[in-house]
């Protein structure tokens, strides 16, 4: 059953990837221009991105009968599952305003997303005592729900930027902009990197003394470009550390940091390189013909309906099951923190579109920062911060 | 202050912006090609009155601008919390002030100095809370009562300013031919609008209630930080720890002597690759090595009967068995017991033999309840044994006397006096695990280790909590109100009849596509002309500017 699962995650990775191409070929012809006239090419890009998200369907039922518990219960899991969300909410986005440009960036945006969930352990885990309640399918699903609406509202405002931002000349903007897609080439960059030492097996181990002074032993799986405070390789033919980092700093997460900004400085460079363009610039071409106050609609829309979604999941649903399984509704667990200060974000996002008027290129970069929260929240408060969450 | 008349006839009290009637502008947008229509243009106290002390706090907190920031401030000042674990989350054995410069440098120190490591319940962090729900509360009914008042009073024939400033604005020449209505009115009423006409004019209007949305989440929020806040009320809220040994009986704390809980059983369960059922966990569990699978007390509740006086043995009944799991608290009466820690084999007692240190004869055993010990345990028949000191977590302190460091026998020590036939006066022993001692002089007798029996602690939290109901309606209310405000859109189309023209106006507070598609559909097969958003055309006149821009 397991294995049967994979598959379909497998096959549902494939669609999103053809599904991004046809939304390609959509946006070429020219009658895709049109807003309500959907051409053959889109019918079938969205006939694909149901399919695989059919298929992604099947994934999530298989594994949760093998796992015998809903398979949002450790990051890989809860990952595949926001990806998964994602591409729903872009279905749901894409029927209320028929916009093909928003699949082909809405899509490559889940696939990185499964991508670097699947660079997390996929075994199946068993439920520890806190996590065994039903309350565990409602609030995690729904919070997903919310979040990948939210999400949404990211992706039309990217869309909006690289058409809005000019690009003849080099300003803040134009900064910005490629500093997300430098982000997001970095994604790939660590996704390229960890698989393929994954696909060899590297594996250094190290001797070296923590912060208490007390030796251990620490495994890492990418070249230690850092190395752990006094660590010394036990193994003689890997690549030597090129510094040793204080006991302080957990030094196998940013060595794979650091390879990660280095696999996407070259990726990056490579395009620019190639291109001799702004990757923005690079893009631009393809969204000239998108409307921009209909992104700017879809960006506050998907706003606008998942922040309800959001609250009920994160913070009603997670307050009521705090109260259950650890005797108090909110505790200040960092990851409870951060759903608040999601939260609070999108409450000023609306404020100031509703009362301030901040429409169009405000409202986008707003987008893009509460994106940023959300996966801040995602990653670095599950993997950095320890906390009651950090179950992975 | 004196009120405004407008045109029509209509009187407005000081401030309004837009006559609450017709529509006509009042105040001084007239320039604008488009009025601001937000709230209406109704006269909001904070934006009419503003000499006083109380005018000026109380604009200051209707701001949408001071809510704004208060909200960013309090999203940084929660984000800073997470930077390094607040105080509750560090080991309980640590010191705060030395935990956080040891754990993290010098900036473990700064931020302990800074006192960010209880920056939930700092002064500063419950002002800009509290400031935040009084910002709530001030700018909702500075809002809400002008807002509805112009609504309720809206008239159906507008002032054509009023038309041709709209966003959405349309005329059709009649020339000579008439355009009959109501299909018009047909289409909109099967797209649910509510029709009402005055002199031929029509007023289509749809979803006026999503307007109150954001005042009733408002009041959702204000009641919930209320609940909170009645926490600190003395009765509200109970939260204390209980820990029960297995087969120990206790007054729950909290309850004033009302309950008692027993605990008959602690188990851990962990997962099994070798049981079938956790067989698909197998990999996991090879990797992270053992993971728990249940923690579970069962217990017995007792509630006391009648009122106990102080010495008096309470009579208790039994109340109900249960068997507590995380995720499945015992409730009763208000209180809730949650399982939340527990101590594995903690020593329960321990047996000695007393012999004859050169033959090793018996005497007879003692069997020592290391949390009940007895003065005095008699044996064979002329032999018995003292216990003159009892140390249950022993250790020498700094003088190399013998002293213990808590009631909990981690590691028990034992003065005995051993009384025998031979030795009436008696043999004192010391002994600890692994150590005995003969202070005063050379034993014909010892007691001779005999084995320990271990039993498992549970900790429980007690809870009482009478807010949550306020919480939870606090919530409820906010979840509707913040649906409501979401999910629907009011939207308003104002047509009106001329002599030679029909001018159609539209209005939504949000998703002006959705509008657009409405007056789309409504007009379908009349020969009404679409309406125009006058914001596009204004932007696609200026392009070229807003690209460069």
């Known amino acids: 059953m397991a294995e049967i699962s994979s598959n379909f995650l497998y096959a549902a990775f494939l669609l999103y990837l053809v599904a991004t191409f046809l939304f390609g070929g959509s946006i070429k012809d020219k009658r895709g221009a049109e807003e309500k006239k959907q051409n053959k090419w889109a019918k079938l890009a969205i006939s694909v991105t149901i399919l695989g998200f059919a298929a992604q369907i099947g994934y999530f039922i298989t594994r949760w009968i093998a796992a015998g518990h809903a398979p949002v219960s450790n990051l890989f899991e809860f990952t595949t599952f926001f990806g998964m969300m994602l591409v729903g909410a872009f279905i749901l986005i894409y029927f209320l305003y028929k916009t093909p440009a928003l699949g082909l960036f809405a899509l490559p945006i889940a696939l990185l997303i499964i991508a670097y969930a699947s660079m997390f352990p996929t075994e199946i885990s068993p439920l520890i005592p806190a996590l065994q309640s039903d309350w565990l399918h409602i609030h995690v699903t729904t919070a997903a729900a919310g979040q990948s609406i939210l999400a949404i509202s990211f992706v039309a405002a990217i869309i909006y930027l690289v058409k809005f931002v000019d690009q003849t000349h080099s300003s803040k903007r134009t900064f910005w902009l490629e500093v997300i897609m430098f982000t997001l080439v970095s994604t790939i960059g660590f996704v390229i990197i960890t698989s393929t030492f994954a696909a060899l097996d590297y594996k250094a181990n190290f001797d070296w003394i923590d912060k208490k002074g007390a030796a251990d032993k620490q495994e890492y799986n990418l070249p230690a470009l850092v190395g752990p405070h006094e660590g010394k390789l036990i193994e003689a033919d890997r690549f030597e550390p090129l510094v040793s980092m204080p006991a302080i700093i957990n030094a196998k997460k940013l060595n794979t940091v650091l390879w990660s900004i280095g696999a996407g400085l070259i990726l990056y460079g490579l395009i620019r390189l190639i291109a001799r363009k702004r990757v923005a610039a690079l893009i631009k071409p393809i969204v000239k013909n998108v409307n921009l106050s209909l992104l700017d609609e879809i960006s506050y829309r998907s706003v606008l309906i998942g922040f309800p979604i959001f609250t009920l999941g994160a913070l009603v649903f997670a307050m009521i099951w705090a109260q259950v399984a650890w005797t108090r509704f909110w505790g200040w667990d960092p990851k409870e923190v951060w759903a608040l200060i999601t939260w609070l974000f999108y409450a000023a996002f609306l404020h100031l579109r509703m009362s301030k008027g901040w429409q169009g290129e405000k409202s986008a970069w707003l987008a893009v920062i509460g994106f940023a929260i959300m996966i801040f929240n995602l990653i670095f408060v599950n993997l950095v911060i320890a906390g009651l969450h950090s179950y992975a | ?549």
């Open chain 2, 1 to 549: 202050m004196k009120e405004v008349k407008c045109d029509c006839g209509h009187i407005n009290p000081f401030g309004t912006k837009i006559c609450g009637k017709c529509g006509m502008v009042l105040g001084s947008e007239k320039e604008n090609k488009l009025i601001d229509m937000r709230y209406e243009g109704s006269a909001r106290r904070s934006q009419t009155y503003k000499k006083t002390i109380v005018d000026k706090i109380w604009n200051f907190f209707s701001s949408v601008k001071v809510g704004v920031t208060l909200i960013v401030i309090a999203l940084i000042a929660s984000a800073v919390g997470t930077i390094l674990p607040q105080e509750m989350y560090i080991p309980s054995t640590a010191t705060p002030a030395e935990h956080y410069e040891l754990e993290y440098g010098w900036f473990g120190k700064v931020y302990y100095e800074l006192g960010f490591h209880n920056l939930y319940s700092s002064w500063w962090y419950l002002i800009i809370i509290g400031m935040l729900g009084i910002s709530l509360l001030i700018a909702s009914i500075d809002r809400f009562f002008p807002l509805y008042r112009s609504l309720k009073k809206q008239g159906i024939t507008r002032h054509d300013g009023f038309m041709k400033r709209q966003r959405i604005y349309g005329v059709t020449k009649l020339d000579d031919h008439d355009i009959n209505l109501d299909k018009v009115k047909a289409g909109l009423k099967r797209q649910r609008y509510h029709i009402r006409e005055e002199n031929g004019h029509i007023l289509a209007e749809k979803n006026r209630f999503s307007r109150w949305g954001p005042y009733v989440n408002h009041i959702g929020l204000i009641i919930f930080l209320i609940g909170a806040l009645l926490r600190s009320v003395p009765g509200m809220y109970i939260d204390k720890v209980v820990w029960l040994r297995e087969g120990e009986r206790k007054e729950i704390p909290g309850t004033n002597g009302e309950y008692y809980l027993k605990n008959n059983e602690f188990t851990l369960e962990v997962y099994d690759k070798g049981n079938k059922e956790d067989e698909q966990y197998s990999a996991a569990i090879d990797k992270t090595g053992t993971i728990a699978k249940t923690y579970q007390s069962d217990v017995t509740l007792y509630e006391r009967k009648g009122d106990a006086l102080p010495g008096e043995k309470v009579d208790l009944e039994e109340v109900k068995d249960y068997k507590i799991k995380v995720n499945e608290p015992l409730k009763h009466d208000h209180y809730s017991l949650y399982q939340v820690d527990y101590k594995l084999d903690e020593l329960s007692t321990m047996a000695f033999n007393l012999i004859n240190k050169k033959t090793e004869e018996k005497f007879g055993g003692v069997k020592i309840d290391l949390n009940n010990p007895q003065k005095r345990y008699e044996l064979n028949k002329g032999y018995s044994v003292d216990l003159i000191s009892y140390f249950p977590d022993f250790e020498f302190d700094d003088k190399g006397e013998p002293r213990t460091i808590s009631k909990i026998p981690n590691n028990p020590a034992f003065i005995f006096k051993m009384h025998t036939p031979d030795k009436p006066e008696g043999e004192v022993s010391f002994v600890a695990i692994k150590e005995t001692a003969e202070p005063l002089g050379e034993n014909t007798y010892k007691m001779a280790f005999n084995g320990v029996e271990t039993q498992d602690v549970t900790a429980l939290t007690v809870r009482k909590d009478l807010t949550l109901w306020i919480l939870f309606t606090g919530g409820i209310i906010f979840m509707v109100g913040v649906v409501q405000g979401s999910y629907w859109n009011h939207r308003r189309i104002w047509i009106k009849r001329k002599q030679d023209e029909i001018v159609m106006a539209g209005h939504t507070n949000k998703n002006w596509h959705g509008i657009k598609r409405d007056i789309k559909k409504a007009i379908e097969s009349t020969s009404l002309s679409e309406p125009t958003d006058q914001l596009e055309e204004e932007k696609s006149s200026t392009k070229g500017e807003v690209l460069n821009g």
